[in-house]
C-alpha cells in the first residue's frame, strides 16, 4: 500500500480481466480505484483487445504529455515485448519484467530511483549471508548458548548420545558450523553426545548450490544428491599424549513404533560422533502438518535470524506441531529487537529526518511487510502455549564499516530499498538521508535477542531459594554494607498479623537503578529517613545492614483479623502493588497496596512507581505546545520521560551516550537521539529534564537550554559532589533550575491533583507505553543467594539497564 504512494510516479493498472473483478481484487487489498490514475481494462472503447495487442495501449498514449515516461512493469515477457514495439520513434515506454529477483517493490523502487544510490552495489544473497553469519558469530549472546548446552546434557541417558536437531531457517547452515564445533559445540570430546541427526529447512532453493559448496567445505560427504539431500561425517578426536585413542562407544536410540512406545539401544563400535543432515530445500510449516510417525521427536529447534519474521501465536503453534511430543527446546538466536542505531547521530535537516526516525521509519516498513519487532511477544506465546523461557539476553550486530564492508553496504541497500516509502510519505529524501549517512563513516549497531526456552511445560529450576541446601523456605534480599548484598530466611507464614495487615506471596519486585543503586554503593546520608512518604519506611534509616526496595508485586493470601471485611473481599487473591524489599513473602498495611488492575501484567505492574516518578518530572517541567523539550540521560526513568512525552505528541530529542540505550530510546518514541558530546546540536532547548545521575549529564541539559529556558533536575546525587561551570554566560542565561521529587504532589498542582489521581495516571501509561520493551526477560532473575550480588554489580557496571526478580515459590 504504502508504495502506491511514491512521488513523481501515476499508477495505472492494467488487465486482461473484466473490470468489476479487477475493481474487487483491488478493494480486497486495501487499494481503492482512487489509488490509481487509470484502470484499463479490455473494453468496447479500445475494442476488447488484451495486454498482448498494442492497440490497447492507444489510451494512455493519446493523453501522454510531453516530457512524461511511461513505465510498464508485468511478469510476462510476450506482454513486454508488445509494449517494446509500441511508440518505437518517440521512445517514451520503459519495460521492467517482474521476477523471483526483481519483485514488484524493486520494480517500484528503481521507478522512483531509490536503488540507485550506489550505483557500484549489486545485492547478492549469498555474498551476505556469507557476510551476515561473520556477523552473528561474534553476536551470539554466549550466556545463553552455554545454557542450551547445559539443557541439552541434561537430556537423560539414554537419550543424551544422540541429538535430533531441527533447523527451521537454515540460510548456509551457519548454526550447524557452530553445532559441531569441536571446541563449543555439542560433540566436543567431553560431551556424551554420539549422533546428532540434523534437519535443515531452507525455503530459498537458490541458495543449493551454496549449500552444497557449504557442505563440501565442511567435509560431509553426499550420501544421497535428491531431496531430502542427505550428507554424512565422522568426527573422530586425536590420540592423547599416551598413544590411548580416545574412541568411545557410541549409543545410538532407534526410536520405534509410533506415539512413543520406545525403541532400542545398539552399540557401535570405534567412532567418537557422527553427524547426517537432512537438508530440506522447502518451508518447515510445509513439513508441521505431517502426521505422527516413528521417528524421533526433535530435542531442539533452533532458527538464527528467524523468529521475528513471523506472527508469534502463528510461529510457535507451527513449532509445536514439528515437536510433536516430548519438551523440545527452542533456540532463537540474533531475533531483531526493533533496536538500530550508529555512532555520531544526526539531528534532523531540511531535507532529512533525524537518523533515530530514518531508523523509525525502517522498522515501520518491516512491521508493515509482517515482521514481528517486539520479542516479548515471541516469550508470552511460548508461555501461552505452555512453554517456559530458560534464558535471554542481548545479541547485538556490530557492523563496521571496513571489517564488515560487504554487510554494511547491504544494510545501506536494505534502509535504501525498504524504508524508501516511509521516506516519501513523510515528505523526506531518502537518497540524501543515506549520502549523509555514508559521508559520516557510522558503524551499526543492530540489537538483537537471544531466547532459549522450552516447549511442553515449565522446567524445574535449581538453586535453594534459602541458601542453606535443603528446608527451602522465604528469603529477603539485604545490604550487608557498601557493595556487598546477600539473601537471609525469613519466617512469616506463621506470624500473627496486626489487625491492620495482610500477608502477600510475591511474585516479582523491581530494582530502583537511582536511590537502589546509591544504597549498594553506600552513597547515602546513614542519618537520613529512606521515605519520609511511606509508612513502613519513614521511621527507618540508610543504616547497615538494611533491606531497601520499594517496587513489588504479590497476590494476597490473608488478612489480619482487624481488616475491614470488605476491604478483604476486595483484595484476598487479588494482585497488589506494595513499597516493600525484595522478599518472597511480605507483611503490609491493608491500606498502603495499591490493587493492580486485572488487566495490568505483575511484571508490567512493578513499573509504577518508576512511571509516577516519569510523571511528577513532566509535571514539573510545565512545558507548553511547541516547545522544544530534551530529556538527558536515558536510564530507566529517562526512557520512561522520552516514552511518556512521545505518546502525548511531544517532539523529544533524548540524550545518551550508551548506544544500547539511544536505540531503546528511539523505539520508545524519541524523534532524535543524540551523543550529548556531539557539537552538531543547536543549543535552544526550551526544557531539559535531567535524569542522567552525574554531573556531567546536568551540566549538558544546562548547556543545551537556551536563554530563559528551564532544567528540570530528577537525579538524586546523595553525598557526593558535582561540578559545575556557571560563569557570566550562565549568571546572564536566566535559566531555572527546578528540583523535582516525586513523594509528594506539589503545592501548586494540589488543588486538581492528589497521589490517587497520578496513579490512575500512572496505570494508564503503563498500558500505552508497552514498558515490556524495557524490561527484557534476560533480565528477570530468580531470586537466589549466588544472584543477588551479580545483579547489583551488573547494573552499576552498566551491563543491565534494568532487572526485575522473580519472587515466585512454584
Known amino acids: 500500500m504504502s508504495l502506491s504512494k511514491l512521488e513523481d510516479v501515476t499508477l495505472c493498472v492494467s488487465s486482461n480481466s473484466p473490470r468489476a473483478h479487477v475493481l474487487k481484487c483491488l478493494s480486497n487489498l486495501g487499494l481503492p480505484p482512487s489509488t490509481f490514475s487509470k484502470i484499463i481494462t479490455p473494453s468496447s472503447s479500445n475494442g476488447f483487445k488484451t495486454k498482448s495487442s498494442p492497440k490497447f495501449y492507444d489510451q494512455v498514449l493519446e493523453e501522454l504529455e510531453d516530457g512524461v515516461e511511461i513505465v510498464v512493469i508485468d511478469d510476462n515477457e510476450r506482454v513486454l515485448e508488445v509494449v517494446e514495439t509500441v511508440d518505437k520513434e518517440k521512445r ?43 556477523v552473528d558469530d561474534s553476536a551470539i549472546n554466549e550466556d545463553v548458548w552455554r545454557k542450551l548446552l547445559v539443557a541439552l546434557g541434561e537430556i537423560p541417558a539414554p537419550f543424551n548420545t544422540h541429538l535430533k536437531i531441527v533447523d527451521v531457517g537454515a540460510g548456509l547452515l551457519h548454526m550447524l558450523r557452530r553445532f559441531v564445533s569441536p571446541t563449543v559445540g555439542v560433540i566436543s570430546p567431553e560431551s556424551k553426545v554420539q549422533s546428532v541427526e540434523y534437519h535443515a529447512y531452507e525455503g530459498n532453493v537458490r541458495l543449493l548450490p551454496e549449500i552444497l559448496s557449504v557442505m563440501e567445505e565442511m567435509g560431509f560427504r553426499t550420501v544421497t544428491s535428491s531431496p531430502p539431500y542427505t550428507f554424512f561425517k565422522e568426527f573422530r578426536w586425536a590420540e592423547d ?10 549409543w545410538w536410540w532407534s526410536w520405534g513404533g509410533r506415539g512413543g512406545d520406545g525403541g532400542e539401544i545398539i552399540e557401535v563400535e570405534g567412532r567418537d560422533a557422527s553427524v547426517t543432515v537432512y537438508l530440506h530445500m522447502r518451508d518447515f510449516r510445509d513439513d508441521a502438518n505431517e502426521e505422527e510417525g516413528a521417528s524421533k521427536p526433535p530435542d531442539l529447534i533452533v532458527g538464527s535470524c528467524f523468529a521475528d519474521l513471523f506472527d508469534p501465536e502463528d510461529l510457535i503453534a507451527n513449532l509445536k506441531k514439528i515437536a510433536k511430543r516430548g519438551s523440545t527446546l527452542l533456540y532463537f ?96 529524501d531518502i537518497k540524501h538521508w543515506l549520502a549523509l549517512f555514508k559521508k559520516g563513516g557510522r558503524n551499526l549497531r543492530v540489537y538483537n535477542r537471544d531466547i532459549l526456552a522450552r516447549l511442553g511445560g515449565d522446567v524445574e529450576r535449581g538453586g535453594d531459594l534459602d541458601g542453606g541446601g535443603g528446608e527451602g523456605g522465604d528469603v529477603e534480599i539485604v545490604f550487608e554494607e557498601p557493595r556487598k548484598v546477600s539473601t537471609r530466611r525469613i519466617h512469616l507464614e506463621d506470624v500473627e498479623l496486626g489487625d491492620d495487615e495482610i500477608e502477600i506471596e510475591s511474585i516479582c519486585s523491581l530494582i530502583s537503578t537511582g536511590t537502589e543503586l546509591k544504597v549498594f554503593r553506600g552513597d547515602v546520608d546513614t542519618d537520613s529517613c529512606v521515605d519520609v512518604n ?103 526513568i529517562g526512557l520512561l520521560v522520552t516514552a511518556i512525552l512521545a505518546k502525548s505528541g511531544v517532539d523529544v530529542t533524548a540524550f545518551e551516550m550508551l548506544e544500547d540505550r539511544a536505540a531503546l530510546s528511539g523505539l520508545l518514541g524519541a524523534k532524535t537521539v543524540l551523543d550529548p558530546r556531539t557539537d552538531q546540536f543547536n543549543n535552544n532547548l526550551d526544557c ?26 530528577g537525579s538524586l546525587y546523595g553525598v557526593g559532589k558535582v561540578e559545575l561551570g556557571l560563569g557570566m554566560d550562565f549568571h546572564r542565561s536566566k535559566k531555572r533550575l527546578i528540583t523535582s521529587q516525586v513523594s509528594e504532589i506539589p503545592a501548586r498542582l494540589a488543588g486538581r491533583w492528589d497521589k490517587q489521581r497520578r496513579f490512575d495516571l500512572a496505570w494508564d501509561m503503563i498500558r500505552q507505553i508497552g514498558v515490556n520493551k524495557i524490561l527484557g526477560s534476560g533480565d528477570v532473575v530468580r531470586l537466589e543467594p549466588q544472584d543477588a550480588q551479580r545483579v547489583f554489580e551488573g547494573l552499576e557496571s552498566g551491563e543491565n539497564l534494568v532487572v526485575a526478580f522473580d519472587l515466585k515459590r512454584d
Open 333 to 428: 538466536p540474533i531475533t531483531y529487537g526493533g533496536m538500530t542505531t550508529c555512532g555520531d547521530m544526526r539531528p534532523a535537516t531540511e531535507q532529512t529526518p533525524s537518523d533515530t526516525k530514518a531508523f523509525a521509519i525502517y522498522n515501520e516498513a518491516l512491521e508493515d511487510q509482517g515482521h514481528n519487532l517486539d520479542p516479548s511477544r515471541i516469550i508470552s506465546a511460548i508461555e501461552k502455549h505452555g512453554g517456559s523461557v530458560l534464558g535471554s539476553g542481548a545479541s547485538v550486530w556490530k557492523i563496521d564499516e571496513v571489517e564488515n564492508a560487504w554487510m554494511w553496504k547491504t544494510m545501506m541497500y536494505f534502509f535504501g530499498t525498504t524504508a524508501a516509502a516511509g521516506f516519501a510519505d513523510a515528505g523526506y
Open 688 to 713: 531539559a529534564i535531567e535524569v542522567s545521575g552525574v554531573g556531567p549529564g546536568l551540566q549538558t541539559a544546562i548547556d543545551r537550554v537556551g536563554d530563559g529556558g528551564k532544567i528540570v533536575i
Open 92 to 134: 517514451r515506454i520503459k519495460t521492467h519484467l517482474i521476477t523471483d529477483d526483481n519483485d514488484l517493490r524493486d520494480v517500484l523502487l528503481k521507478v522512483q530511483g531509490c536503488v540507485g544510490v550506489d550505483s557500484l552495489f549489486e545485492f547478492d544473497e549469498v555474498k551476505y549471508l556469507r557476510a551476515k553469519n561473520v
Open 241 to 250: 599424549k599416551h598413544g590411548q585413542g580416545r574412541s568411545r562407544r557410541s
Open 534 to 636: 511511606i509508612d513502613d519506611m519513614k521511621d527507618e534509616t540508610f543504616t547497615y545492614p538494611m533491606t531497601y526496595g520499594y517496587c513489588l508485586v504479590g497476590k494476597v493470601v490473608r488478612c489480619g483479623a482487624g481488616v475491614e471485611e470488605s476491604l478483604c473481599e476486595k483484595l484476598m487473591g487479588r494482585n497488589v502493588f506494595t513499597f516493600a524489599p525484595h522478599s518472597t513473602r511480605v507483611i503490609a498495611k491493608a491500606e498502603s497496596v495499591l490493587l493492580v488492575p486485572r488487566d495490568v501484567d505483575p511484571y508490567d505492574a512493578i513499573f509504577l512507581p518508576s512511571v509516577e516518578t516519569a510523571l511528577g518530572l513532566i509535571h514539573d517541567a510545565e512545558f507548553r505546545v511547541g516547545e522544544r523539550v530534551g530529556v538527558v540521560g536515558q536510564g530507566l
